[in-house]
């Protein structure tokens, strides 16, 4: 089972701010709490970003309603962690492919490999007054056109250094080797670029692709490319025809359920902790309410019952929610083996057991 | 005494072209967090007042062909010094960004977040991208005109500082009782229609601690002199004469009231590529030896570049054909103005003209003792042609600790330079007021 926890800074419940000691804006503590508790339990991967549509989070309100750039929050984190991988959201609605390549191919460098991109659209209420470009379609089939490109130009950057593109031998001051790094010269409908590249090629080959709650009519556009997709089914009839609709069109994608969770020692407790949370604020998303063993229940059984390949997790309250999946719900899908006893590998891609691409420019 | 101020140029093996091939360096880790960690920290065990990272978005290449010797440029620099915020404590993280390839509403958001992240020590050098390759790398058919790149750089200035200046000191109020948590009648969106840009709305984060970032800035042509003094608080400069230096120090701060700036904030920090020994005779044989190291592909390549002009089929021991080069009529840098005067009057090859830029990237350059090269420092300072320094070590991470812990002390001893943080904000070691939050504010 996979298992990602979305970070935020005191929780996914829109009062989590108003039941913590230090309800201000802090920038990097609660982040830097958040994923070393996530390692510890031996999570796949962070997700940094708003994990539901940006207008829905700014209603949750208090921090987390707050926008950090996702990419500077990965680049921190990657000092204070040394396993877990860490996936950014990076809207692609006004990005540059060489952009969006080079920052995280440097990103994957800095982390040994441990990085995902979350390439989504923002939309064009996130985007239009911000970015008054006459050239960005912002929404329609013209902007998933351009999302398609954008990746597919992404992914030939990090392909324009083959593995054995980057030498480096001192002996013979060979940095690179010119027949392994490739120009890739695209000229399509809404990028034009040359290439390579100007950083090597990462780690992992490629970042992994994540996308988070994709509309229907834009499956099929964007099975090729994507390796992860977040979505929130209400129920488990909904999950398992929606991973079977992604199979169909991406046999080897991985279909991930978002869920909101609120935890106590016992039932009464935490239906006690969600009605006081619900009480200053009300929450409409699905979500789970319960102790770690009935969690880890619910967990197992949407598995086993072919409804996902595993969940995202969204604390209603960091400081509560994440420690008791951490050392309570975690330790449990270990006894049923649904979850490795540690890290066996360095990368997301071991993590997830993806396979590494090989550039499309190798021989 | 005027105190000294000091930066770190990151790269990816080291700052002398061939410095990477020295045998301390290990290659596979130089894209690796632990390597610019450990720059980081020894630049905060030195005091130094910030680590510097630039940026390119093209590839080195000849002929669509990426050159084998050629070393690497620097990566991502928001992410390199967002990964070592979280190992310092004090230094300051100055990151380039270019205003010709990015959107300012984006850009503002990042700096933002480094600037909170890092808790005031972030700066941003702000540049508009010389070469002519990355057009083609962002769906241009060729490079922005230079006067067009300056005025967009100033209005993307613009921009950035109307949004950080929207969230007034104060808007968020965390109120639990009442649930309110900011106070929208103190976050401004902006309505921004311009000629390069239009803007309208309001990040979504509160006001950088340091206002905004520090302004550094690293053009020396006359645009780029006058967007200097207009915008710069630091100057990331490549001087390697003291006289032009001097000149180009007083040239700047003699626009800057005009612009309705005080002088007296301005630091200029060239960079300078310093090659120890512990005798004079021990720094010459260093550098002879890294200069040997030297592939001279990548001399005739750079100088090439640099010129705009293909020296590939001149005699690589002939000299340098300036004649040939004024007659192509290039819009030469003062940086190469620079060189081809130098050329002539020395009698400069090719070889040799390429030896010099490729060592130091026609940075200056210092090659001697610890105490000889203070001697250096401090005549520069004294005589006003700089604030301080962007070290460029030949190659990391010897150079830099033998700087650290041999040329810092000395600093210190003769009161040129800080023994202690005074402050912990970037603005504060480099004596720099924090702007008003109604200072960036565009006229509605």
């Known amino acids: 089972m996979h298992l990602f926890v979305s970070l935020a800074a005191h929780g996914w419940h829109p009062a989590a701010w108003r039941v913590v000691e230090r309800p201000g804006f802090e920038a990097a503590r609660p982040y830097l709490q958040a994923a070393k508790m996530a390692e510890r339990g031996g999570l796949d991967a962070l997700l940094l970003g708003l994990p539901i549509a940006a207008r829905a989070a700014r209603e949750i309100g208090g921090v987390d309603g707050l926008r950090l750039d996702p990419l500077p929050l990965l680049g921190l984190l990657i000092g204070a962690t040394e396993r877990i991988g860490l996936c950014g959201y990076w809207p692609v609605d006004v990005a540059e492919p060489f952009h969006v390549a080079r920052v995280f191919a440097t990103l994957d460098h800095l982390s040994g490999g441990r990085t995902g991109w979350i390439a989504g659209l923002a939309g064009r209420a996130e985007t239009e007054g911000r970015f008054q470009r006459a050239d960005l379609p912002y929404d329609g089939p013209d902007a998933l056109a351009r999302q398609v490109e954008l990746i597919d ?8 250094w083959e593995d054995r593109g980057f030498v480096v031998d001192q002996a013979t001051g060979t940095f ?36 988070r709650d994709v509309p229907a009519a834009a499956q099929p556009a964007l099975a090729a490319s994507t390796e992860i997709v977040l979505a929130t089914p209400a129920a488990l009839a909904e999950a398992k025809a929606m991973r079977s609709g992604w199979q169909a069109l991406a ?27 619900d009480a200053l604020a009300s929450d409409r998303r699905p979500r789970f309410v319960g102790t770690p063993e009935q969690l880890a229940v619910h967990l197992a059984a949407w598995q086993a019952a072919g409804a996902c390949d595993g969940f995202d997790i969204l604390p ?30 360095r990368t997301l891609r071991e993590h997830l057991q993806l396979v590494h691409p090989v550039s499309r420019f190798a021989a | 005494m005027t105190m000294m101020h000091l930066g770190v140029f990151t790269y990816p093996g080291g700052h002398h072209i061939a410095g990477w091939r020295h045998g301390s360096v290990m290659p596979s880790e130089i894209l690796g967090y632990d390597y610019y960690r450990r720059t980081a920290q020894a630049a905060e065990r030195g005091k130094f007042d910030l680590v510097f990272v630039g940026d390119m978005l093209a590839a080195r290449e000849k002929d669509g062909r990426v050159i084998a010797q050629g070393a690497l440029n620097n990566i991502d620099s928001i992410s390199i010094l967002s990964a070592v915020a979280g190992a310092t404590e004090r230094v300051g993280l100055v990151a380039t960004l270019s205003t010709t390839y990015n959107e300012p509403f984006a850009i503002a958001e990042r700096f933002a977040t480094l600037d909170h992240l890092s808790v005031g020590r972030s700066g941003w050098n702000i540049i508009t991208t010389a070469n002519d390759d990355a057009a083609l790398n962002f769906s241009r058919k060729s490079h922005m ?27 968020i109020v965390a109120d639990r009782a009442i649930g309110t948590f900011v106070d929208t009648a103190k976050v401004h969106e902006i309505d921004h229609p311009g000629q390069f840009f239009s803007v309208k709305g309001a990040l979504e984060l509160p006001r950088p601690p340091q206002g905004w970032p520090v302004m550094v800035q690293a053009g020396g042509s006359p645009a780029g002199l006058e967007f200097a003094a207009m915008v710069a608080e630091v100057i990331f400069a490549a ?72 020296l590939y089929d001149y005699p690589q021991d002939g000299p340098l054909p300036t004649a040939d080069i004024r007659a192509s009529g290039g819009a030469f840098t003062p940086r190469v103005e620079h060189l081809m005067e130098r050329a002539d009057r020395e009698g400069l090859s090719i070889r040799e003209c390429g030896v010099l830029v490729a060592a130091s990237r ?35 991470h010897d150079e ?36 008003a939050a109604s200072a960036g504010r565009l006229a509605a």
């Not at chain 1, 790094?181 to 992994?208: C, E, K, M, S, Y």
């Not at chain 2, 309705?260 to 550098?287: F, H, N, Q």
């Not at chain 2, 940075?363 to 401090?378: C, I, Q, R, W, Y």
């Open chain 2, 362 to 396: 026609s940075h200056g350059s210092f090659v001697g003792t610890p105490e000889a090269l203070v001697d250096h420092m401090k005549q520069w300072l004294d005589e006003g042609a700089c604030d301080g320094f962007n070290i460029m070590p030949a190659w990391f």
């Open chain 1, 316 to 345: 209603a309250l960091m400081s509560i929610d994440l420690a008791l999946l951490v050392q309570a719900v975690v330790p449990l899908l270990r006894r049923r083996g649904l979850r490795p006893a540690g890290y066996a590998g």
């Open chain 1, 251 to 277: 046999p080897d994608v991985r279909y991930v359920v978002s869920l909101v969770v609120v935890l106590g020692e016992t039932e009464a407790i935490a239906a006690t902790r969600a009605a006081e949370l």
């Open chain 2, 239 to 310: 001087q390697s004469d003291r006289e032009q230096a001097i000149k180009f120090r007083a040239a700047v701060k003699q626009r800057m009231p005009g612009h309705g700036r005080d002088p007296a904030i301005l630091k200029v920090l060239p960079g300078l590529l310093p090659i120890l020994g512990s005798t004079e005779k021990e720094a010459l044989a260093k550098e002879k030896m890294l200069n040997e190291l030297l592939h001279p592909a990548v001399g005739i390549w750079m100088l090439s570049e640099q010129m705009g002009f293909r």
């Open chain 1, 176 to 211: 690179a080797d010119p027949e392994h790094v490739h120009p890739i010269d695209h000229a399509g409908r809404f990028f034009t670029v040359r290439g390579p590249l100007n950083v090597p090629r990462p780690v992992q080959g490629q970042p992994v692709i994540v996308q």
């Open chain 1, 153 to 160: 130009v992404a992914r030939q950057l990090w392909d324009s």
């Open chain 2, 400 to 435: 830099m600790d033998l700087f650290v812990d041999q040329v810092v002390p000395i600093l210190q001893r003769r009161g040129l330079f800080r023994r202690e943080y005074e402050g912990s904000m970037l603005r504060d070691h480099l004596g720099l007021p924090i702007p």
């Open chain 2, 145 to 171: 005109e230079k006067t067009m790149r300056y005025q967009r750089a100033k209005e993307f200035v613009d921009v950035c500082k109307s949004l950080w200046g929207g969230w007034e000191d104060g808007a």
